[in-house]
């Protein structure tokens, strides 16, 4: 069979790790990227050895050869390009948070789902293998009805100064990092299991001069099932990337450690090269992760959304998830407002 051909849409940090994914995924080909700037796209292109950059987007839409379109932009692109793409009746898949709000999200959805074509929402947390491990020990019945999920993810703050602005971004930490742990959320607890309540606190406790927005988020979830949902989030953790999740039933316990327990102890009084994601030092303790790409979810999502193009199936992780998540992102920043228990808006 042919490869599935593949268009790289922004030239970051999220962009690169999809191609570190896509790098280990049979049957596709990433033929065109795009970026802003034409510095940006030529560079990213070389380092990837893809034959056609371009910062002509309208062109790139209109190309006939290409079959996926991955969004890796900035919040505020998100809209304006899947609309584009929407319109063209392209296949695509966006990267997290689908949108920076509920009516954003919304307007992708429905014009995805008009569209007829394919749309996947990139969400890692549950494509990551221990996470699906875990899931699959969830189905079976290991730990009973479950009851309770605590998420964290948290990190000393974002690689990219955009990811600041909470008008380009559509909030802090919570936005950036809560969307991974309700996601979690709904995968273990089952997505017939509706979010009915969100509660949340947040505050800017360390980056004053850097944002407007919370650098520190806690946020609750009241399932329709009785179910609790925990999520913690932080731009302000130092040590690198810090992603758990905990899955508390009637009867059992899971615990899933990506960042904190991985395989490799290193000491070194030099620098040991790159160790994790967000990693503040390179010298002294680390603990370097091995294949991120693969340990966060990446190569599987990818690998995912590859072959639901070339088989014509739909995504199990679609626009209409990004869009319940953003619902419930709306519902907590409500609450940090309101400082009460607030109603989740389909």
């Known amino acids: 069979m042919n490869n599935v051909t593949i268009a790289m849409l922004g030239s970051g940090f999220v962009a690169d790790f999809y191609m570190q994914g896509l790098a280990n995924v049979n049957g596709q080909e ?21 034959p056609a950059p371009s910062t002509n987007l309208d062109s790139l839409i209109q190309r006939n050869d290409i079959q996926l379109f991955v969004i890796a932009l900035p919040n505020e692109e998100h809209l304006p390009v899947s609309l584009a793409l929407s319109k063209a009746g392209k296949n695509q898949v966006c990267t997290k948070p689908l949108a920076r709000t509920r009516q954003e999200a919304k307007l992708m959805f429905d014009a995805a789902r008009m569209s007829g074509a394919l749309h996947g929402y990139a969400e890692t947390e549950v494509f990551s293998p221990c ?8 189905d079976q019945g290991g730990v009973g009805k479950v009851l309770w999920v605590r998420s964290r993810e948290s990190h000393s703050g974002p690689h990219s100064p955009h990811f600041w602005d909470v008008d380009k971004t559509g909030g802090g930490a919570m936005n950036d990092l809560g969307c991974h742990c309700i996601a979690a959320a709904r995968y273990f607890f089952g997505k017939e299991d509706r979010i009915t309540e969100a509660m ?4 800017r406790l360390v980056h004053h001069d850097k944002t407007a927005g919370e650098d520190n988020a806690l946020l609750a979830l009241k399932f329709a099932s009785g179910g609790i949902g925990h999520c913690e ?53 680390t603990r370097p992760l091995p294949e991120e790409a693969f340990a966060y979810g ?11 193009v070339r088989d014509g199936a739909a995504a199990r992780e679609t626009y209409e998830d990004g869009y319940i998540v953003n619902c419930v992102l709306d519902a907590g920043y409500q609450s940090m407002k309101s400082a009460r228990w607030e109603q989740v808006e389909y």
């Open 200 to 203: 949340a606190w947040g505050a």
């Open 131 to 138: 996470v699906v491990k875990a899931k699959s020990i969830v």
């Open 30 to 50: 990433v033929v065109a990227n795009y970026s802003r700037t034409e510095a940006r796209a030529t560079e990213f292109a070389k380092r990837w050895s893809i």
């Open 233 to 285: 989030l932080s731009w302000t953790t130092k040590g690198g990337l810090d992603l758990r999740n905990e899955i508390h039933g009637s009867d059992g316990s899971l615990f899933t450690d990506v960042t904190r327990g991985t395989p490799i102890a290193s000491f070194s009084t030099k620098s040991a090269g790159y160790v994790i994601e967000k990693a503040d030092i390179d010298f002294g303790w």
């Open 298 to 308: 990446y190569q599987a999502e990818m690998k995912h959304f590859v072959e639901c």
